[in-house]
Each structure stands twice: as C-alpha cells, then as structure tokens.
C-alpha cells in the first residue's frame, strides 16, 4: 500500500488506554475511524468506532480485527510479538515488528542504539548471580538492574550503590532475565517525539525537558533548557533511530543530557506522556502525527507556537479537577479511568504561555 | 442540580453532526461521555459513547435517552420543542426550551432581540399577500422575505429588490409564514462566540469577521477588523441575549457592521461553524466551553494566543484532503459525511500565525 488512506478508512489500534483514547480524537478530526482492540478496559472505546475486547493471544478475534481495519497500530509497546505475527500477513502494521522487538527487550534496545552509533550507559546482560559480579566489576557502581522486559514507570527495577547490594538486586528481579546499567551522571532528562512517514520523510517535535518523580513522568517543560546544539544532536539521534529501524509512525526517544553530550536512555515505539504538550502548543500534535503516519498521509506541521508545561496527574491528584478546570491557560484532559490507583495515570495539564 | 457533574458523567446530545462530533470529542479531552440521539445518519456517533437512532417523535426513546444521561444539551436548533417538553420534566436541558424556541422562529427572535435593546434590521410578519404589500409600504426596498421557521445557509430566503418582486418572493415562502427583513447597508459582518455558565458566569472568545459565499459561511478571520469599541459593542450585545435567556452554554450571534454601529443580525442557540477557529488558537475551544457550561463546571481560558483564518470545505472541496494536509500551519478537519452533496460542510481548516 503506498496510497493514503482515504477518509472514512478505519485505523485498528492495539491497546485501549489514554494513548489510544487521544490517538482516536486525533483520527476523528481527520475524519478516520479507530477500532480498539485491548482485552481489559478500555478508556479510548468511549471515543472509537469499535471495540475488539479479547485476548492478545486469541487467534480469531485478531482475524476478524485485521478484516474489519485498513492498518494496524499501536499505544502500548508490550503487545506480545506473536500478535504482530498473526496480523502482518493480513494487513500493515506501522511500526512494523522489529521496532517492537527492540523496544520490548532493554538489552536488545541498548545493542541496537549502540550499534547504530549513539551513546547509551554502559550495560551488561545477568542471567545469574556470576554474570551480575562480572557486570559490577565491568561497570562498577552505582548502577541499576533492570529486568530486560516489561516493567516501566519504576517497577522491576533494583538499584546496586555498593557490591554487597547485588544478591537483594537480583533477588528482585524474581528469576527474569536483567540488564546492569550504569549510573549516568546526568545533568536533566529530555526527550524527542519524533514522527516518520511511509515515504521516509521525518519530522520532530520540540525536544521537551522532564522531571520524574517516584520513577513516573512528572513534568515536561518546552523549551528544554538545552543549547541549540544539543537540541540538534537530540532530533538528530531521534531520526537515527527512525531511519535504522525503517519505522513508520511516532516515536519517543529520552536523553540524559551529561557534561558529555547527550546518552540516550530508551525509546517507546509509540506516541509518548512526555509529548501530550502538543496538543495545546501545536496546529498539529503527537497524536495526529502518528495517524499520519501510518495512514500514509503526509506529516504535519509540528511547529510549536506557544511555550508549554506538562503535568502528570497521578493517582489522587486527579480529584483537583475542579481547581485544575478553573485555571487561566491552562489545558486539562482526563482519561476517563474509573479508579484512581496510587501511580496511575488519571490525566494531565498543559499550561502554555506565550513564545519566549 | 448546583454540583458539577463529576468525570465518568453522561451528556446527552440533541444532533449527531459536526458539531455534535467535535462536542463529543471535547467531552471526552475532559473524561466526560456523550450519548447521540439522532434520527438520521450521525458522524458524532463514531466518537461517542451512545447512539440512540431514533426520531424525534418517539417518546420512549426520548424517555431512554433521559435516564441514560445526567444532562441534555444540543448541537441543532431545530430539534422539535416537543423534544425538550418530554425530556425536561426528566433531565436537566441546557440551553433550555426558550432559547430554542425564540432561535427557532425569526419573528420571536427579531422581536426578542428588538426587545432588550439590541438594534436589528426593520422586519414585519407576513403571512399572505396584503401583509406583504403593507410591510414593503413600511420597510421598503430592497427586502429580503424569509420564512419564520428552518431554512439556513440561505435557503427559504428570496429577495424583494422591489414591489413587483412581491408576488414570486411570496411564492417561493410555499404558504410558510414569513418575515420580511429590511436590507441592512453592511460594511462586513462578525460574530461573537460566548458561553454561559450555570452560575451567571459569561465569557467571550474574540470576535470573528465573517464572509459568506452563496450564502453559506466561507470564512471566519480573527481578529476581525474592527474599532475596540465595537468589538466590546458585540461582546456586551451577546452578553446581554445570554442574560435575558437566563442561557446556559454556547451561543454564536452574528452581527452586521454599519456606518451606524452593530446591527444583530441572529443568534444560534449552540455552538456556531464561526467559531470552529478556536480549536486551533485558544486553549479552550467553544465545544468545551459548551461541555464545561452544560456540565455545571467552571467556564475555560477562551483567550487568543494566535490570529486564525477558518476556510470551510463544502461539497466537493473536501476532497482537496491531501494538498491541505501537507500544508504548513493548517489545521484540518474531516467531518467523516460519506457523501459530498453539493452545498454540504465536509470539514473545514483554520490556518494560524502569530498573533499581529
């Protein structure tokens, strides 16, 4: 398929959260339609077309979701491989299934990064307690242990600040086979959205500078306080890792920014917390980007026209809607997710104020 | 019902077009549900919760609808008053049934607006022959004759360029009962979007300068050109419909600018096509200032951070898609309507620059 999809085509979407919810808003205004397809709830079903409610390894369901769309994507990076398996003889998936590989295994992601030139932490494979002493010994500490799948937002994770910490460590790690890190002594965290097209063109968003807190994305504050040449080797690396992987959608791509340049931590294949500023602060945003994307259409103007300030709304901290809706320039979304859990995320705020 | 309705509520939506997609997309940006009812084919529906496809006459769907809901608003003005005498005694409905009985007919409207001081064109009733000779004695000509109830983007209309034009002019009416409006000497027309809250709070957006092509609005530029002073003139004048309508949610009234000042011209009891360029250039739109209003929450940040120039695509101009995608600093938008019926809104796109 080179041709776009015409309006009115339907876009199946891989997982049903708030990426997806924002991902079929975006679909909407272009007049596209979106089917989800997410075994548990779905908070994006109450703004699409259809819902596929089954489960990731149900073989028919996935079927009749390949029949019923005209291309595939995705808002959750942990859809099991074998999924993309069953759909890809069927109908596009956009990014493919190598993006996906690569970002669901944190060694396989740091091979890759490193293979294609860009500066990562230092890292070492530990399938065992003798791997995890030579990694230490190789890398030194402090560093982190990290399952090499699943987990995000802080979970799965064991930081080593001395030797003796290493059996607790692995000991967290419950068996799963783990990747060491080494601490990097970074200076702030910022990421790149970055968007590439069927026909290779690629674009990026403003690189935005966050702040975590408990190990969960906190704010995004654009611009990043970075000199314009770091802004440039980030977008630079962003559409690296695009071209290498041949990709066809958005992606997110997160540096630290060291006294030495910029190392790159990870990237999602998807569209990213860290880039929902776009929506108050761009004539097009992450999301309409991405259904351009993979709809194969052309790629919009991301030009950013007002400053921005992303805040996570975690937990509890959703109940300040009220407070939050009253406010002067200020963006509020909410997911529409039932219940508050301690470390979810309810929703966000954007507060934009004019180009500095 | 003072408490605002709380994210997860249900608001029901009288139309299922654009205006009733784009509702429901902003309900949804705030973690609301909307629910459809609309007899005919319904582009919202694929970006809301619900669809009741039922008509308008039908009093147990109606009843549904009601206890499916906690509130009702509309995206229509010619939803049938019948409608809001069996929904009200079930469900709170904003804007409630005198708006939309006083938008509905131009007589009430014009008399109205005449009444709380607003200055509009000379009109008079026709309903046969002899009243029309006797208003053209006291209006003159030109004239334009226009039926009291439906009719819009100029149909229903015909224009009197002088008295012998009377009897086709009257023809055209097909027995309908008429008004006849005296031409109004115009310099440019605008529009101001403002909204109410169930509180009394009233809000603007900037006004819009508008111009019409074959009688059906083709574009919208803000800011309009247009003295401070009248600008405030017409922010007061919408304000003043809101406050006699004791309104609850978003209203578009269009004024014609004279040597003379501002002539009301109608006002339309919803959300209007004049202020679809608030998507792209404020941080809350008219739709979600029309959800906040009906949902009881605080009115938005309806301020301008860009100049904005919105283009509607009608009838075939919507297949113009992909030249308007690729376009820099346009935000487009797709109705999804299958069929490009002459004379009919496909979508439209709000081109945007910095603020002059």
């Given at each position: 398929m080179t041709e776009a999809l015409a309006p009115g085509s339907t876009i199946g979407i891989l997982g049903g959260g708030q990426l997806g919810r924002m991902l079929s808003i975006a679909a909407a205004r272009l007049g596209l339609k979106c089917h989800i397809y997410e075994p548990g709830s779905a908070p994006a079903a109450d703004v699409a077309h259809a819902w596929t409610q089954a489960d990731w390894d149900d073989r028919d369901a996935l079927k009749r979701f390949a029949d019923a769309v005209d291309v595939v994507t995705l808002e959750f990076e942990n859809v099991p491989v074998p999924v993309l398996e069953v759909l890809e003889p069927l109908v596009p998936v956009r990014p493919g299934r190598r993006a996906l590989a690569t970002a669901q295994d944190r060694l396989a992601e740091k091979e890759f990064l490193a293979g294609i030139g860009l500066k990562v932490a230092p890292f070492a494979a530990v399938?065992?307690?003798?791997?995890?002493?030579?990694?230490?010994?190789?890398?030194?500490?402090?560093?982190?242990?990290?399952?090499?799948?699943?987990g995000y937002d802080g979970k799965g994770q064991a930081r080593i600040m001395q030797p003796t910490d290493a059996p607790e460590a692995l000991a967290a790690m419950d068996g799963a086979p783990a990747i060491l890190e080494g601490f990097v002594d970074f200076e702030r965290e910022v990421s790149v959205i970055a968007a590439r097209?069927?026909?290779?063109?690629?674009?990026?968003?403003?690189?935005?500078?966050?702040?975590?807190?408990?190990?969960?994305?906190?704010?995004?504050?654009?611009?990043a306080a970075l000199p314009a040449r770091l802004k440039q080797d980030a977008v630079l690396a962003a559409a690296q890792v695009l071209g290498a992987l041949d990709y066809v959608g958005v992606i997110g791509v997160e540096f630290f920014v060291t006294r030495e340049g910029l190392v790159v931590n990870e990237f999602a294949p998807r569209v990213?917390?860290?880039?929902?500023?776009?929506?108050?602060?761009?004539?097009?945003?992450?999301?309409?980007?991405?259904?351009?994307?993979?709809?194969?259409?052309?790629?919009?103007?991301?030009?950013?026209?007002?400053?921005?300030?992303?805040?996570?709304?975690?937990?509890?901290?959703?109940?300040d809607w009220r407070d939050l809706a009253a406010e002067t320039g200020a963006g509020l979304h909410l997911y529409g997710k039932a219940e508050a859990r301690p470390g979810r995320k309810m929703g966000h705020v954007t507060r934009i104020s004019p180009k500095g």
């Open positions: 399938d065992n307690a003798g791997m995890l002493l030579e990694a230490i010994d190789r890398i030194g500490t402090p560093a982190i242990l990290k399952t090499r799948r699943l097209g069927l026909d290779g063109e690629t674009v990026a968003f403003d690189p935005g500078e966050n702040v975590h807190r408990d190990g969960i994305l906190h704010t995004t504050t654009v611009p990213h917390n860290s880039g929902h500023w776009t929506i108050e602060a761009c004539v097009v945003d992450q999301f309409q980007q991405q259904i351009r994307a993979v709809a194969g259409w052309p790629l919009g103007d991301g030009s950013r026209h007002s400053d921005a300030v992303m805040t996570n709304l975690i937990g509890r901290e959703g109940d």
